[in-house]
């Protein structure tokens, strides 16, 4: 797909101030992007809801999706009539695609990027907590018992990172520097890869998560990971490990991994994504001792929502002078390609 957006009127387009229109997709919950000054002076800049998106939307030819969990696109797509370009400030792309989309000549950009150390940083804190029994520790400082305990040591072990795009790379360069023997699984299988040596094909899970210590899933969600770790990879797993979820909840059949840990096929889950967000009340999760839930947070250090403004406004700059955008997602296999 060519993926530079020819403007041959870009010169005088800007002198004239005529300004390309772009729909801000937020919510009313979702605090807006905080450049907007610096934005509305590059385009024409309408706020929509997914309530008020369709009317939005006609005459407009790039829509900045900041309420990145939004499906209102599919609903409203009869009415884009001029629409070319689509930046989702976020890095999984699954909730925006569609077949109407993905079939259309629109580019799609994403937040690749923006969360790779964040997200990385936050798969080490809970390897670590895992390991030095942090969250054991904090309850019985709840309960007021002073127990001495022996906690496993983190280097040496063994972490497979599913996933190979820019935050699984960064996750296991963050894991090895510590000590961790680190493999990865992903699309293409390699022997010499420079940030996990080894990886392995995804398809090939069942057969390698016997091997890892921490199980680490920050893969995108497309047809081919959905439900990727279901009973039989669970039961292959070791009754040590512990799984982190960081990509998205659909990638884990959740009843199945209930009932692992329910019954000791493995020891413990770290999970911050999950099929229904929030997560409901009532969930087994909320209760299980061997799983620690976060709420949906681990690329989400303080500055994040500026960051990724900033992503869409410089985007926005190579757009109008017709240059190549980066991020551009392969609407095909579902991400935006990079190693």
């Given amino acids: ?25 937020t919510s009313q919950t979702t605090a807006p992007p905080y450049n907007t000054r ?39 797509w009869d009415h ?3 629409l070319r370009w689509v930046h989702v400030a976020a890095a999984g792309v699954d909730t925006l695609l569609f077949d109407a989309l993905r079939e259309s000549d629109v580019v799609v950009t994403n937040a690749r990027g923006a969360f790779d150390q964040p997200i990385a940083e936050f798969v080490l804190a809970s390897i670590l907590a895992h390991d030095k029994l942090l969250h054991e520790s904090k309850d019985l400082q709840r309960e007021g018992v002073w127990r001495h305990r022996e906690v496993r040591r983190t280097a040496a072990r063994r972490a497979l990172v599913v996933g190979t ?14 000590g961790l023997e ?6 293409t299988a390699r022997d010499d890869d420079p940030d996990f040596g080894v990886i392995v094909p ?20 497309t047809e081919q990971t959905r439900g990727m770790v279901n009973a039989e990879v669970l039961t292959a797993m070791q009754p040590t490990a512990h799984l982190v979820n960081v990509g998205r909840g659909p990638l884990v059949d959740e009843p199945a991994l209930v009932e692992a840990l329910r019954s000791g096929a493995i020891a413990a889950a770290s999970l911050d994504v999950f ?24 690329g989400d250090v303080v500055g994040w929502r500026d960051a990724l403004a900033d992503q869409f406004a410089e985007n926005l700059t190579r757009w109008l002078a017709g ?9 095909e296999l579902g991400y935006a390609r990079g190693h």
């Avoid at 795009?165 to 520097?177: C, E, V």
């Avoid at 069942?206 to 995108?220: N, S």
């Avoid at 087994?284 to 839930?293: E, G, L, R, S, T």
């Avoid at 240059?323 to 609407?331: I, P, S």
């Fill in 80 to 82: 884009a009539d001029s």
């Fill in 275 to 298: 099929t229904q967000e929030p997560l409901p009340a009532g969930h087994p999760f909320w209760a299980m001792p061997n799983v620690h839930v976060s709420a949906h947070m681990s």
């Fill in 38 to 76: 610096a934005l509305e002076e590059e385009a024409e800049l309408v706020w929509a809801t997914a309530e008020t998106l369709a009317d939005a939307l006609p005459g407009a030819e790039i829509l900045f999706v900041w309420d990145f969990f939004s499906t209102a696109l599919r609903d409203a």
């Fill in 165 to 178: 795009g820019g935050i699984g790379r960064a996750t296991g360069r963050l894991l090895r520097a510590v």
């Fill in 202 to 221: 995804t398809g090939d899970l069942i057969e390698h998560a016997a091997w890892a210590d921490h199980l680490v899933l920050i893969a995108p969600l």
């Fill in 182 to 187: 680190v493999m990865g699984a992903g699309r």
């Fill in 1 to 25: 797909m060519d993926l530079v957006i020819e403007h041959t009127d870009s010169p005088a387009r800007r002198e004239r101030r005529d300004r390309p229109k772009a729909v801000v997709l």
């Fill in 323 to 331: 240059a190549e955008l980066v991020n551009a997602v392969d609407k």
